[in-house]
């Protein structure tokens, strides 16, 4: 799916994105199903699309908070002055992609990851495999954060 320079600064400069959140508890419990479903009702849309799922309140709250995006840089669409510098209006073909981002204190110094899912069109080729290389990527960015907290309960005592 690709999409013009002119139409993806527009998306991120008017916020024109579906934005969905969901809540959960703990980092046990998480179920991808409705973050799935939404996904693929929203993948193909010509506006940009933001998912979330806040794990104990999210990063605003001390926990963690996963993410889905669709953009043509691997930024966050909030970060929308950073994205108006690097998104070239003439450009007619921008590849639309799909981006996994985890924001929790204990994975990096910005408290931020990025890492590419696939291309749009490459998850409508083959779903099933892209949301099995998502469910990975968290578990395994989760499982990092729960040894952190782990550690640092540890060093409390």
């Not at 419990?29 to 979330?52: A, P, Q, S, V, Y």
């Not at 605003?60 to 930024?75: A, C, F, K, P, Y």
């Not at 499982?143 to 952190?148: A, C, D, G, T």
Request: charged content about 25%; glycine content about 6%.
């Amino acid at each position: 799916m690709n999409i013009t320079g002119q139409k993806a600064l527009e998306n991120i400069v008017e916020n024109h994105f579906y934005v969905d959140t969901l809540t959960v508890g703990d980092e046990q419990n998480i179920d991808l199903d409705g973050l799935f479903e939404r996904l693929d009702k929203h993948i193909t849309d010509i506006t940009f699309m933001h998912l979330d799922i806040l794990v104990a309140g999210g990063v605003s709250e001390g926990g963690t908070t996963l993410t889905l995006e669709t953009n043509i840089i691997n930024l966050p669409l909030r970060y929308t002055s950073q994205l108006k510098k690097l998104v070239w209006p003439e450009k007619t073909d921008n590849d639309v992609n799909l981006y996994m981002i985890i924001e929790n204190e204990f994975v990096s110094q910005s408290h931020l990851v990025i890492a590419l899912a696939s291309s749009v069109a490459a998850y409508l080729d083959d779903s099933d495999s892209v949301k099995y290389k998502i469910s990975q990527w968290f578990t395994n960015e989760l499982s990092v954060i729960q040894e952190h907290q782990s550690g640092q309960k540890n060093d409390e005592k």
